[in-house]
């Protein structure tokens, strides 16, 4: 290897919270806090030999370093796959439609630029070559051993295998550590964990922590359902700056009381506000699935989670729900579900992770600077967005997307409102938040209309009908408004006299 150094891998752990010495050098990184280690095997859980093996992956784990080094070798201990992985992972070997393994191993980001999935040798060593070939003064050029430049890299330990470290030795000389970034705080079950995305670092939360320039702390369990007390002692260790919550899925498989899982859930959520209530945080409702390898257990109560999920967010101005079943093409759903039946391959991790980055973005800033902002938008397309702005003068509904080409905005009614003059930009967010609840008033043209019908799956009709609108917007009356003092009789007849006097190719509706 000519000219080397080498260094201690534990100094470059990112994304744990413990580390644990196995002697020989060795070193395990740990996810979870010491008392959520014994929550999760508690006679509170669902599964606790389950939860202990998927706990003990290292998923989201990660070494980061800057080297000037060319090559660098990582000595990596992997462990066979626990049961709870292999039992997923032999779904995925007799589904048809499934990728090819290997499933898990160790990838690298350098310089943003990721290499493929290795595996360790007999040897436990990971080699990476850190040159890009493409950037080669003339080709078939190799820099000398300790003339690279500077590099940084980061390394994904193995998400559905527990693993060890060692050393890592490189041919440069220097590696350094990279100082702690912002987090984002990943909750969830194997959807999370990483199943099935065949590279550690091309799982949905590694792609997103990406988007997000966060690091990731991965607590993805498989198997796992919402757990009152299993974030006990985690607040030490993370400083998240914003938090994703995906569970749920898992209550499908077996008997469960409606009366107690809603109170889990609401208990789960309370807790993730207590302990970090400035924090974002996205709740995802139900991923998709299907039925065809594990039909939906007859005594279980997952119809019911959605609404459990809504309703124990709403309290919380922090935290916004995500329509997860958007995040997938339903159509689509063989292709991209792994097994068959729930876990995402692939590509469903790269359209999971890029619908979810729209949401995140776009219901990031707090409600107040996107109400504003979608304010400023709905005056400059003047009477067009009449129905916009009075819904939002009045308080009457929450800004989903406020962006120059699109402003959707959710009513309580479940119903509506979207305007924007970039068809794709609003084909683009309701594929993002998914169809709603309820009809959609679109402010503009039949285009517009037609491309709202094609994202919703709906049929769009022409609407000049004042009580129609005021209908669909939840009140009998005109919007109130306290920036519009005055008698509430005078302000619907004024309201309704502007709607009269739009063209009737003006508001449409799709249902």
């Given at each position: 290897m000519g000219p080397s150094i080498s260094a201690r891998a534990a100094d470059f752990f990112h994304g744990a919270v413990d580390a644990v010495s196995e002697g020989g050098g060795w070193v395990r990184p740990v996810r979870f806090a010491p008392a959520q280690l014994r929550a999760l095997a508690s006679v509170r859980a669902w599964h606790p030999g389950l939860y202990k093996q998927m706990a003990s992956c290292t998923s989201g784990v990660t070494l980061e370093f800057a080297t000037d080094a060319?090559?660098?070798?990582?000595?990596?201990?992997?462990?066979?796959?626990?049961?709870?992985?292999?039992?997923?992972?032999?779904?995925?070997?007799?589904?048809?439609?499934?990728?090819?393994?290997?499933?898990?191993?160790?990838s690298a980001d350098v310089d943003g630029r990721h290499l493929p999935l290795v595996l360790p040798d007999e040897g436990n060593l990971v080699e990476l070559y850190l040159e890009d070939p493409?950037?080669?003064?003339?080709?078939?050029?190799?820099?000398?051993?300790?003339?690279?430049?500077?590099?940084?890299?980061?390394?994904?330990?193995?998400?559905?295998?527990?693993?060890?470290?060692?050393?890592?030795?490189?041919?440069?000389?220097?590696?350094?550590?990279v100082a702690p970034r912002e987090q984002l705080l990943v909750l969830g079950d194997s959807i999370a964990q990483g199943f099935v995305s065949k590279d550690p670092g091309l799982s949905w939360p590694a792609r997103l922590a990406s988007h997000l320039n966060l690091e990731l702390v991965n607590q993805g369990v498989g198997g796992q359902v919402f757990q009152p007390g299993s974030l006990a002692g985690l607040a030490p260790y993370v400083k998240p700056a914003a938090i994703v919550v995906e569970l749920g899925e898992n209550y499908r498989y077996e008997p469960c009381s409606a009366s107690r899982t809603e109170r889990e859930v609401r208990a789960f959520l309370y807790e993730i506000s207590e302990t970090w209530p400035e924090v974002p945080t996205w709740v995802l409702t139900c991923p998709a699935h299907t039925e065809d390898v594990y039909p939906t257990h007859p005594r279980s109560c997952v119809s019911s989670v959605d609404a459990m999920i809504r309703s124990a967010a709403a309290p919380h101005p922090q935290m916004r729900v995500v329509e997860a079943a958007a995040l997938l093409d339903d159509e689509l759903l063989p292709e991209l579900l792994a097994d068959g039946s729930d876990h995402p391959g692939?590509?469903?991790?790269?359209?999971?992770?890029?619908?979810?980055?729209?949401?995140?973005?776009?219901?990031?800033?707090a409600p107040e600077l996107r109400l504003t902002r979608a304010l400023e938008l709905a005056r400059r397309e003047g009477a067009a967005a009449l129905p916009v702005a009075e819904c939002l003068r009045a308080g009457a509904g929450e800004v989903l997307v406020a962006d120059k080409g699109v402003v959707v905005v959710q009513l309580p009614t479940g119903a509506r409102v979207v305007m924007g003059p970039s068809r794709s930009a609003v084909r683009r967010a309701l594929t993002?938040?998914?169809?709603?609840?309820?009809?959609t008033l679109v402010c503009g043209g039949r285009s517009l209309a037609r491309e709202v019908a094609r994202s919703t799956g709906g049929h769009a009709r022409s609407c000049h009908n004042a009580a129609e609108i005021l209908s669909l917007m939840g009140d009998a009356e005109a919007p109130r408004s306290e920036e519009r003092p005055g008698d509430a009789e005078a302000q619907a007849l004024e309201w309704a006299s502007g709607l009269e006097t739009l063209p009737a190719s003006q508001f449409w509706v799709v249902a």
């Open positions: 060319t090559r660098v070798l990582i000595e990596v201990r992997m462990d066979d796959f626990p049961r709870g992985s292999a039992a997923v992972l032999a779904d995925v070997e007799r589904y048809a439609g499934a990728p090819s393994g290997p499933h898990d191993g160790v493409d950037a080669a003064p003339e080709q078939g050029l190799v820099r000398l051993p300790g003339m690279g430049v500077p590099h940084a890299v980061r390394v994904w330990l193995p998400c559905l295998a527990p693993c060890a470290v060692r050393e890592i030795v490189a041919d440069g000389t220097y590696i350094e550590p692939p590509e469903g991790q790269r359209m999971m992770a890029e619908r979810l980055a729209f949401v995140v973005d776009a219901t990031r800033e993002c938040l998914g169809p709603g609840a309820g009809a």
